[in-house]
């Protein structure tokens, strides 16, 4: 193959932070063997960039996956930097969607970006696990010079040596420390430092990574009182005086689960979500110790009949202890002890044919495990993705009743109204005989029925997620309709929630609703059932799935239908609504477009 040739572009932004902070950011992209418009590796790319600033939100600030199947596989790799928040790294992915996806390297099969808060990269070639000791800038204190070079220059040395093992051997491949020295005035000066590494990485190549870094910092800045080297592997920073406002993001959903055999799934709070083997269903052993806090806890959830407890070394031995073959994923909650029992408490009360099963759960000091209901034929998305096998209309017509009637359960049939959250196709799975159940409850949320609203943590899936709702932050029963109308049209089309539209020059990604809308428009929405179906379904119900899907992600949140007048729609019991032919609004056109920059204090609903 002959070398791919880089054009590496350095943009330096014009404004300096109040601190006096250059801020810059460096993207490559490769310039020979571009992909083409309408090619499957940009839709592969198109599907990948999709998820992957979301998935690295809610996975702790880092996530790597990949999209297709060669030829056409692509590869990527996307990272929040430490010393930045949530809001800045999300702001960052929008304006890299923007400048570096869909315009400097848009047709480059290859390109890796460093901004200011986050990095990306990807590429049709596996790079994960190898560190890229380029370096793709600096950032420096401008005009902002330590008095005494000589000790500075000492202790950073030691304070940055001294973060590479450290951040080597961390799971999150990352460190952060501060360090006094005494400046030739005498006066005492603390300095912060940090190094991090993608988490790809195996100790000895993240090492590797952050030596070559922190020798840099030393030799290219050595009396700035700020300075930071940015690569594509690692990243270092250390500053006088101010600490650098570090922020581990949280981890706050777990990942699509892989199609996998085995039994019982299971999450941990604050921690992990597994797997479990059959084994873990004998019966428990009598429980030898309990504190008085565990035993509180213990008769608060067994009050309720159903779900029982296990014991951690249960689990331990079921899972291998939990051994990192049989782990589907991660998750957790953010919130304090108090709040998981109540979220357990919700759970295990929950009893719908169309919902996962909570079927038992574990307490070990600071940890809790969820044990669910195995799902042993996967998720929704990995079927109505699967080339190989079509999923028969009538199969996709019984998932869409059983999700909305998982829906209606928790909006309205519920002792308590309960949102979900974060409805997509990869929380959807399907038991042995493909009905749906509705799974992942770790967003769930108990809602005042009063107050209809409830002001949430940034959550959700970018693409599914009431665009409304995205950025203000609250979540009500339209907001889960919204993400029930994205479904639909996914399982009725067949396409994934972002479609890539071409003509012979142009192309585009557009959202699913927009793309059905514009069917609907022309009078044609039968034109966008899924083509693989052959024109094999019942075209009544594809027409309800395909116009309900349409009027559920409505962007005026008002229109939108109650579940239940959804359902009506769906079963033929009641008329189609009637929408209008264009879109009311179409600002979907990037998934990062933000309309209201005031939080909403009403409410989404
Ligand atoms: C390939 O695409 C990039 C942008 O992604 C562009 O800068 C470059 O000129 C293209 N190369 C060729 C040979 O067309
Ligand atoms: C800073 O300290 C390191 C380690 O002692 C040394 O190698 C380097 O030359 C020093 N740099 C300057 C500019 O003094
Ligand atoms: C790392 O950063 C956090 C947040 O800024 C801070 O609370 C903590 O003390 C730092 N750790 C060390 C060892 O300095
Ligand atoms: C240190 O800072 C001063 C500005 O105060 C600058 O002129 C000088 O060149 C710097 N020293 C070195 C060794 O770069």
Known sequence: MAPRRFLVLVLAVVSLLAGGIALVAGQACSTTGNFTSGSQ????????????????????????????????????LAMCYADRDATQC?????????????????????????????????SDLSFSGVADLGISHYVWGVNSYVSDMESMNASRWSLMTGLVPEAASSPL???NDSKEYTDSQGSTQVMYGLAQCTRDLSASECTRCLNKFVAELSSSRPNNTYGTVKGYSCYVAYRVGIDLGITILPVTAP???????PVVFIICT????????????????????????EKALQDEFEKQAGPRRFRYGELEVATNFFSEDKKLGEGGFESGRKEYISEV??????????????????????????VYQLMPTGSLDAHIHDQNNIMSWQLRYEIVLGIGSALLYLHQDSEQCILHRDIKPSNIMLDASFVAKLGDFGLARLIDRDRQS????????????????????????????????VVLLEIAC????????????????????????????????????????NGDFDAKEMESVLVTGLWCAHPERNLRPSIRQAINVLRLDAALPKLPKKMPVSNYLSPFSKRGSEPSTQGCH
Request: aromatic share 12%; glycine share 6%; hydrophobic share 35%.
């Open 41 to 76: 590796y940009q839709v592969n790319l198109l599907n990948l960039i999709g998820d992957l600033p979301q998935s690295t939100m809610d996975n702790g600030g880092f996530a790597e996956s990949t999209a297709g199947s060669a030829p056409d596989k692509v590869f990527g």
């Open 90 to 122: 999300r702001d960052c992915f929008r304006d890299m969607y923007r400048d570096v996806v869909q315009s400097k390297c848009r047709f480059s099969r290859e390109a890796k970006a460093c901004y200011d808060a986050c990095f990306l990269r990807y």
């Open 173 to 175: 491949r990352f460190a």
């Open 255 to 261: 990942p699509p689960a892989p199609v996998h055999p």
């Open 270 to 293: 604050g921690i992990l979500v597994w797997f479990l083997l059959r084994r873990c269903r004998k019966k428990p052993r009598q429980i030898e110790h309990d504190t008085t806090d």
């Open 345 to 370: 408490k919700i759970i295990s009360q929950l009893r719908h044919r169309n919902l996962v099963q909570l079927i038992g759960w574990c307490h070990d000091g600071s940890k809790l495990l969820l």
């Open 454 to 485: 409830y002001t949430t943590a940034q959550a959700g899936t970018m693409w599914y997620m009431d665009p409304e709702c995205m950025f203000s932050g609250t979540a009500s029963t339209s907001s889960d309709v919204y993400s029930f109308g």
């Open 494 to 533: 067949g396409r994934r929630s972002i479609v890539v539209v071409s003509n012979t020059e142009e192309y585009a990604s557009i959202h699913l609703v927009d793309w059905v809308w514009e069917h609907y428009g022309r009078g044609r929405i039968l034109d966008a059932a899924d083509v693989r179906l």
